[in-house]
């Protein structure tokens, strides 16, 4: 029995399935600068694509693509008071290696959606949105089906001997 739980143990860790590049989307907002104004500019262009995105029921990437003027226009509303330029891109960008809430993305050139702010010279902000992985702060808790099922099995077992 050891040596099946072992075995399995090793299966998942093989065919763990991680995101490739190509399977990814992501979503950068580059501030203007690292000043305190321009950082809380960044966040409520974040604050406010990432709920136009939650609107949406459907695949968020093709609707990112297919409406770039909507994204243009929130990003328009929030930046106006600024007065500041920005520019919207999609495509192909490089992204360094990240760690959020524990997992490690790696680094490499992803399909994106980056939007720069003033000069882009200041700290970025970003996520992926296939598959989820949005950086927010709060505590997310990962399930593996797998050991879940293991545990559940192991706890049966002890309260069966």
């Known amino acids: 029995m050891k040596y099946i739980v072992i075995l399995l143990i090793l299966l998942a860790v093989v065919f763990k399935t991680n995101s490739t590049e190509e399977e990814e989307f992501r979503v950068r907002i580059i501030a203007n600068s690292n000043s305190e104004y321009d950082q809380m500019i960044k966040q409520e262009v974040k604050k406010n694509i990432l709920s136009t995105l939650s609107k949406v029921s459907d695949d968020k990437v093709e609707f990112i693509v297919s409406n770039p003027k909507l994204i243009d226009l929130v990003v328009s509303d929030t930046t106006e008071e600024a ?61 593996i089906y797998l050991f879940e099922k293991l545990k559940s099995y192991f706890s049966n077992s002890k309260n069966n001997i």
Do not use: R
Request: glycine share 14%; hydrophobic share 25%; aromatic share 18%.
């Open 83 to 143: 007065g500041y330029n920005y520019d919207i891109s999609y495509g192909e960008n490089y992204f360094p290696t990240k760690t959020i809430e524990g997992i490690m993305y790696p680094s490499g050139h992803y399909q994106s959606l980056v939007i720069t702010l003033g000069s882009g010279l200041g700290e970025n902000y970003w996520c992926i949105l296939y598959p989820n992985a949005v950086e927010n702060g709060e505590n997310v808790e990962y399930k």
